[in-house]
């Protein structure tokens, strides 16, 4: 199959999966209708346009760099008649940094990767207010699967996160060196580990609809063995028994008794 990369990063990012009125909440990690939207928004397709093609890709994506999640106090005033609108909450996730990756047919995501280069609308990251602070291509597509990709592909943490983990972000160095979570898209035949309502069926305003979808998690290390170092068990030497203690069997049970 084929893979294209995002790198999503920013200064703030929102990946909202459900909306409640004045409360606007964000996932930890990007959302796949967020990531849908973001790219037909590159390929200049109208709200009520179909996306199928879109939503059949395979998405997945990993946490990088899990920032911080802030709330803002959000107020607005309608431009002409000057009427203050409802106040909400909003959260949006602050200096977060993720590498999304889709999986599809190689024609479509060579189309994707060029509009991502020029893109009919410019791209933001879950909401308009939350542009990219980096270029969101890593590379052309590439023939690999999508969990290949997610865990070979280098580490995107900035310096300063890499430097808090006592680590170092060089160029080149997959990330199967850092411990990182990954979200994938869950087949039909496999249980998910969670389901989010974000798989859009159409972005129409007047009439927006999103489908579950099962997500699988995993990580870029393997799983940690605190018995891994120990040196294999060994039956001790035999040795003269204790004075005043004899070892028998129960006739009834089979099992030794101490007399």
């Known amino acids: 199959m084929t893979v294209l990369l995002l790198r999503l990063a920013g200064p703030l990012q929102a990946w909202g999966s459900a909306a409640r009125f004045a409360r606007r909440s964000t996932e930890n990690a990007p959302t796949k209708s967020g990531v849908i939207g973001m790219l037909a928004a590159t390929l200049g397709r109208a709200r009520s346009e179909d996306v199928s093609d ?5 998405f997945g994506v990993r946490i990088d760099q899990p920032g911080t999640r ?3 106090f959000h107020t607005a005033h309608h431009s002409d008649s000057g009427k203050a609108m409802p106040l909400s909450e909003r959260f949006y996730l602050a200096d977060a940094v993720f590498l999304a990756a889709v999986e599809g047919e190689a024609h479509l995501l060579q189309q994707l990767y060029e509009a991502l280069l020029s893109p009919y609308f410019l791209p933001y990251l879950g909401r308009r207010s939350c542009p990219p602070s980096r270029p969101i291509t890593v590379g ?12 070979e592909t280098e580490w995107q943490a900035a310096d300063w996160y890499a430097s808090q983990k006592g680590t170092h972000s060089t160029p080149g160095i997959p990330a199967a060196g850092q411990d990182l979570d990954i979200l994938i898209d869950c087949a039909p035949s496999e249980a998910p580990d969670v389901s989010l309502r974000d798989t859009p069926l159409s972005f129409d305003p007047r009439h927006r609809r999103f489908a579950p979808r099962g997500v ?3 990580r870029t290390a393997p799983p940690h063995d605190p018995t891994g170092m120990l040196p294999p068990a060994t039956d001790p030497p035999p040795g003269p028994p204790s004075p005043g203690i004899t070892n028998a069997t129960s006739p009834e049970s089979g099992l030794p008794r101490i007399y």
Do not use: F, K, M, N
């Open 140 to 151: 052309p597509p590439q023939e690999t699967t999508l969990e290949q990709a997610l865990r």
């Open 216 to 218: 699988r998690g995993s």
């Open 70 to 72: 802030i709330r803002d």
């Open 54 to 58: 879109l939503v059949s890709l395979r």
